[in-house]
């Protein structure tokens, strides 16, 4: 009887263990395609606006978890463009691409946070392609209120 439960207790952990590889796996290249699409939409629509593009981007998902669509940019712009200028193009672009968000009442594209310091224009900005990353959002907001 022992040895049964044993055997049910090895093969529930090895059935936990594939699933939660699964769904990393799976979180990762997500992550890596929303990043591609985000990073496009960003270096055509600072082109857009004349700047230089932005080099890679990184995930801000490591400081709030996992599924956020969300990365952060930095270029090299004098004098400051302000956040709705940004938003507006990064709209159009996502318009010429038909790309859309999961969910009707928010843009695809959203500059969650924009700042300047040492010549540089610092920016996130979130792909608002599921759950996770809206819920990020509407987090920022109310830290913001």
Avoid: C
């Amino acid at each position: 009887m022992m040895f049964v439960l044993i055997i049910i207790l090895i093969a529930a952990a090895i059935f936990v263990w594939w699933r939660l590889t699964r769904r990393k796996r799976a979180l990762t290249i997500l992550m890596t395609h929303s990043q591609n699409v985000t990073d496009r939409v960003v270096a055509a629509a600072l082109q857009n606006l004349d700047m230089t593009p932005a080099t890679k981007s990184t995930a801000v998902a490591d400081v709030w978890g996992h599924g956020v669509m969300a990365f952060s940019y930095q270029v090299q712009h004098e004098p400051v463009i302000s956040r709705e200028e940004l938003n507006l193009a990064l709209a159009r672009v996502a318009d010429q691409e038909t790309i859309a968000s999961s969910d009707i009442s928010y843009p695809a594209f959203l500059v969650t946070d924009l700042w300047q310091r040492d010549g540089r224009l610092n920016f996130d900005v979130a792909f608002m392609t599921n759950q996770a990353t809206i819920d990020y959002v509407e987090d920022l907001n109310r830290l913001t209120d």
